[in-house]
């Protein structure tokens, strides 16, 4: 199934974008698909903890699943439509050790047929969009035609490639290096727009502006941001008007906090702790007056046993917006 989710989202990254981040950005943005982070078939299959537990409020949100079995893929899959997932994504794009170890995530665009495989045995268990999101390349395997191979075995199966425009050196540098050493190649990705119309062709790596993210919609479908939107997240706050033609536009950081302490005391009640929640709100008011120690008192506080609103309280009594 061709999906149209993917004109704007947030990349899914391990250890940032759980469900507390999710539901903060979205406050942000009504209209951008978010990712959770990467969760393996294992983790669901056989750990104890419940690793699809999102919140209705996050619509529209994609799963992406590390694996490389194609059956426990398509069971993962069924279970996160009937949870009510939006899309399913599939990881082949990181580089770390512990991927690779699991036979998942970039080493597998060197088995094409292999992730054909999986993404069929997934597209066969759900009615929900199923999407690749990979690299320009791997170790050496660089060259336009090895990434071209790999779209094009995949392509009967999938219609949505989001494309991380460097390669990935699967070893010798670390998962930081390999988001920042191999450079950049956005005019690769144009291409595979060009040659390939049929799909949907969504762009990420290195994207840190609105202008740069509407100059890329002018070649490609879609754009993923991944670092810059966790780390100055008010960089959400204009996608839907910008680039979506929505009346959302947030200009009062303030109020977006504001808007986060309903849940937040619903969580807290939970059992969760303030610091889990408030760790994806520090970049919030970068550039404003007050921004430094907001963060500092947020993190001296918010982990503390019992920390609740009142410390959001308190830090928020920093900030000078005018």
């Keep these: 199934m061709k999906s149209t989710l993917n004109k ?107 992730v054909a495989d999986c993404i069929k045995a997934m597209q066969d268990a759900v009615t929900i969009p199923v999407t690749v999101k990979h690299r320009i390349g791997i170790d050496q395997q660089d060259s336009y035609e090895f990434v071209c191979h790999f779209i094009e075995t995949i392509m009967p199966y999938c219609q949505t490639f989001i494309v991380h425009a460097r390669k990935a050196w699967l070893s010798g540098l670390s998962p930081k290096e390999n988001r920042e050493v191999p450079p950049l190649d956005y005019e690769r990705v144009y291409q595979l727009k060009r040659d390939y119309p049929e799909l949907v062709i969504a762009i990420n790596g290195g994207i840190t502006s609105l202008e740069q993210i509407k100059i890329h919609l002018q070649h490609v479908d879609g754009v993923m941001v991944g670092r810059e939107a966790y780390q100055n997240p008010m960089l959400l706050s204009e996608i839907d008007q910008q680039i979506f033609a929505k009346d959302h536009v947030i200009t009062n950081p303030i109020s977006v906090i504001e808007q986060l302490f309903p849940y937040i005391e619903v969580e807290l009640a939970k059992g969760t702790q303030l610091n889990h929640i408030m760790r994806h709100t520090l970049g919030i008011f970068n550039g404003k007056k007050g921004a430094k120690q907001w963060r500092r008192y947020l993190s001296e506080n918010a982990h503390k046993k019992g920390a609740g609103l009142e410390v959001v309280e308190k830090a928020l009594s920093f900030i000078q917006l005018h």
């Excluded at 947030?10 to 469900?19: I, N, S």
């Excluded at 537990?53 to 893929?73: I, M, R, Y």
């Excluded at 580089?95 to 292999?114: E, I, K, Y």
Aim: charged share 20%; with cysteine.
């Design 8 to 114: 704007f989202s947030v990349a899914p990254m391990l250890d940032w974008t759980d469900r507390h981040c999710r539901y903060f950005h979205r406050i942000l943005t009504k209209q951008s698909l978010l990712y959770t982070e990467m969760v393996t078939t294992g983790a669901i299959l056989f750990g104890k903890g419940d690793y699809l537990t999102f919140n209705a409020q996050e619509h529209p949100v994609s799963l992406q699943l590390g694996g490389s079995d194609p059956v426990s893929l398509a069971k993962c899959a069924k279970l996160a439509e009937q949870r009510g997932y939006d899309e399913i994504n599939l990881n082949v794009g990181c580089p770390s050790d512990r991927v690779q170890n699991g036979m998942f995530g970039a080493c597998l665009m060197g088995n094409a047929t292999l």
